[in-house]
Every structure is written in structure tokens, then in C-alpha cells.
């Protein structure tokens, strides 16, 4: 890929970003697709972002993507909030339209995808969301969206009850999903709802490096064969609640999909072309 006169670029903003594997993930998909575009990182405190933003519209840049601490205050930034960008209250990924600053959330699109490419089907059954923050909220609200007829979410009291309090409410107001709100702690709660669930996903940092040796669940009695459980994270590659999981039978998969096809969402709303999943896949993710 070279870089011409009328190459579009497209960024990542929100700090740290050094570790991101977006921009060798899409500057590839552009030279497979021949396509005239650039990505490139650029590290935006939470202050700056106001200014970073101003600077883009400027330049005219095509789109960008945003991680923390840049997702929630871009939605202020936007000129246009997707349905579910603005239910989650968090931009991942921005659409320059003819100057207008259009803001979508593709974690929960991506998540769902991924489930779908680990063979599974959750339209109309229940699943149960361990977590209330950013990622949980975005797969939360693209269930509800995408058709999942009930969510029980479990999150601990604390600073993010209230959210998890709002996002409930919002997805029982705003879609034809049932959202209910229960405590982490509840481990017969827990398992109640796990007993008809179809999926129980974490949504938390539980479980990831260096921490390998946590898990969510204090109580694993719920997991049932037949039980799908997913998790977030994807370093390590199996998490100790989806090497438990799998020993009683469940059907397992970790983040590691979420993230190439949140990507590949924000390619297709930024190119119009579909990114070169299988390439990629073989280049990056196996």
C-alpha cells in the first residue's frame, strides 16, 4: 500500500493506544482490498478530546475509532448517535458523512457475530451478563436490538450499580427484551437463572492477565452441560472460568472473535466493503 495524494485516513483516538492491533489489522485489509486509505494512532487524553476531535473534522478524516478514555465523551462530539450507540452511551467507531460526525457502537455487533461464528443461535432465549461496564453494556444493548427475549445481568454493588440500574431500564424501555438487575454476590440467584439460560457470557476483566488464576463465579454449581459460556476476554486465550466451563460440559468461546468483528463493522461502515474476514482471521487471529 502506498500513499498517494487522495488517501483517506482513519485513526484510533484514546490513550494508551500503542498496544492496538487496529492498525495492522485494517492497514492490511486495505492493501487486500487495494484500497486508498491509511490507519494510524494517536494518543488523546481525556481532556484533549474536544480539540483532537475539532482537528479530525479539520482534516477531513474519513473516520476513527475510539477506546477509553474516548468512547463516552464522543458521544457529546457527535453530530449523530447510532440507536445503539446511544442506548450503550459509548462511541467505538465515528463516520465522517459529508461533515458530519456520526457516532456507532460496534462491540456488541462484533460480540454477536462471534457468537454466531462459534456455531450458536441465542435469538429469542435468555442469557445471563456477568458485568456492567463498557463491554457488557454494548453486548447487552445489541442483544436486546438483535432479538434476545431476556437478560439477567449480575454485577456487583458499588460504583457501577447505577449503571447497571440505568441499563436495564433503558434496554426495558427501549427494545422488547425483559432486563433484571441482580447481585454478583447472589449465588442462588445465580444459579436460578443459569438454569434456563442459553448463554452466560463475562463481561468483566475477571480472568485476565496477570490475573489467570480469578474467576467470576465463586459459585460454578450453575454450569450446566448444554450452557454456552463466553467471556470477553482473550489473553489468556482460555480463561479459568472457560476451562471450568468446558470440564462440565458447556460450550465455550472466548473474545478473541468480538474483537476481529467489531473491526470488521467499523471497516464496512467506513468503506462500504466487507473486510476480508478469512484473511485477517489467518493473519491475526490464529
Known sequence: ????????????????????????????????????????????????????????????????????????????LSDELSPAASMIGAVNTVVNDHGRLIGHNTDGIGYMQAVREAGHDIIGQKMTLLGAGGAATAIAVQAALDGVKEI???????????????????????THCQASLYDLADTVEMKHQLSDSAILINGTSVGMTPNTDLCPLSDLSGLHEGLIVSDVIYNPRETLL?????????????????????????????????????????????
Open 152 to 174: 439477567a445481568i449480575f454485577n456487583r454493588h458499588g460504583r457501577s450499580w447505577e449503571r447497571g440500574q440505568k441499563l436495564v431500564d433503558t434496554i426495558n424501555a427501549q
Open 1 to 76: 500500500m502506498s500513499i498517494t495524494g487522495k488517501t483517506q485516513l482513519i485513526c484510533l483516538i484514546g490513550s494508551p493506544v500503542s498496544h492496538s492491533i487496529s492498525p495492522a489489522m485494517h492497514n492490511e485489509a486495505f492493501r487486500e482490498l487495494n484500497l486508498d486509505y491509511a490507519y494510524l494512532c494517536f494518543d488523546i487524553k481525556e481532556s484533549e478530546m474536544a480539540d483532537a476531535v475539532k482537528a479530525l473534522r479539520l482534516l477531513n478524516v474519513r473516520g476513527f475509532n475510539c477506546t477509553m478514555p474516548a468512547k463516552v465523551p464522543m458521544c457529546a
Open 242 to 286: 472457560l476451562k471450568e466451563a468446558a470440564a462440565r460440559g458447556c460450550s465455550t468461546f472466548n473474545g478473541l472473535y468480538m474483537l476481529l468483528y467489531q473491526g470488521a463493522e467499523a471497516f464496512r461502515l467506513w468503506t462500504g466493503q466487507d473486510m476480508p474476514v478469512a484473511h485477517i482471521k489467518e493473519k491475526f487471529f490464529s
